[in-house]
Each structure stands twice: as structure tokens, then as C-alpha cells.
């Protein structure tokens, strides 16, 4: 008898996700750009000496964390399903909830509890999204973004404006 290794209900779960939102011809999208570079980067990196990849201290993953959130915000449905709704707000109380920096992790599930992720559009979501990061930067003594949509969208959707944007999409 095969002994279940505790994965079955994941891969089931797995094998019954619907495609992505996108279809394949979404590497117009700054997300995708450069992609053949990188993997050739990987590549030749891997035959070189390496060097010592250490975990992420906080100002690391908080970057890391704030570019994935707001490209997911930008790039969330103008109308999404309810299916979309639920993805996003579980998948925000599992980051809540697992976020490797403890402080970080409560202050946002506090965050939370005050201001509950809105789901039902693409604008009120990058809005939140800005609005999140803007706590988290005046409790850092950092400078506040503009919360404008026109503005979030170049920054984390398109940028047609910077040629720069167009090839690497890599502000900071």
C-alpha cells in the first residue's frame, strides 16, 4: 500500500487550478521583459564560482514584497469574480500570517483588521495597496508615494513614457 506523503491534497488542488487570468501573449508586460537575458545570465552564472547567498534581512524582503504586491494589484482584474475576490483576500491573510518578519507580520495583520482588503476592483485594490505601503513608510520615516491610479500604473503596470522602462523595467 502506497503511504501518503502529505502532498496529495496539494497536488489535487493543484491539478484543479483554472488557467492564468492571461493568456500567452502577455510578455508585452514588464514582468515578462528580458526573460531569454536572464535565463542565458543563469546560465553562464551557473558555470562561474558562486557566490554566498545569504537570507534576506527585512529592508530586502519588504522591497521584494512591496514590488510583488503592487504588481499583483496593478495587474488584478478591472472586475474580478468572486473566485478572484476570494484569491486575493486569502492569499493576503496567508501573507498576514507567514510573513518570515514578526513585526512586520502583526503590524500587518493589524492593518488588516482596520482597513480590510477591498476586492471588488483593480483601482480600490492598488489604492489599498498604496495606501498599506504609505503606513508602513511614515512608520519608517520614509517618504509617501502618490496614490493616484494614473501614477500607481506607470510605476507597477506600464511605463510607455521611459524608454528605459521599456527594456528592463527595472526602477527603483
Given at each position: 500500500m502506497k503511504q501518503?506523503?502529505?502532498?496529495?491534497?496539494?497536488?489535487?488542488?493543484l491539478g484543479k487550478l483554472p488557467p492564468p487570468l492571461f493568456g500567452e501573449d502577455d510578455?508585452?508586460?514588464?514582468?515578462?521583459?528580458?526573460m531569454m537575458s536572464q535565463m542565458k545570465k543563469a546560465s553562464q552564472a551557473s558555470q562561474?564560482?558562486?557566490?554566498v547567498d545569504c537570507p534576506p534581512n527585512s529592508g530586502v524582503l519588504g522591497r521584494a514584497s512591496w514590488t510583488l504586491?503592487?504588481?499583483m494589484a496593478a495587474w488584478y482584474p478591472d472586475q474580478p469574480t468572486a473566485e478572484d475576490q476570494q484569491h486575493m483576500e486569502s492569499f493576503m491573510s496567508a501573507l498576514a500570517r507567514?510573513?518570515?518578519?514578526?513585526?512586520?507580520?502583526?503590524?500587518?495583520?493589524?492593518?488588516?483588521?482596520?482597513?480590510?482588503v477591498p476586492t471588488?476592483?483593480?483601482?480600490?485594490?492598488?489604492q489599498w495597496m498604496?495606501?498599506?505601503h504609505n503606513l508602513v513608510n511614515e512608520k519608517l520615516g520614509k517618504s509617501v508615494f502618490d496614490c493616484d491610479l494614473k501614477n500607481l500604473d506607470k510605476r507597477w503596470r506600464k511605463n510607455t513614457?521611459?524608454?528605459e522602462c521599456k527594456t528592463s523595467g527595472l526602477l527603483h
Open positions: 501518503d506523503d502529505g502532498n496529495s491534497n496539494f497536488k489535487n488542488k510578455c508585452d508586460r514588464p514582468a515578462c521583459h528580458d562561474e564560482k558562486k557566490a504586491l503592487h504588481t507567514f510573513y518570515p518578519c514578526t513585526w512586520c507580520a502583526r503590524d500587518f495583520q493589524a492593518n488588516l483588521e482596520e482597513s480590510p471588488s476592483s483593480r483601482k480600490e485594490l492598488c498604496c495606501e498599506q513614457q521611459d524608454p
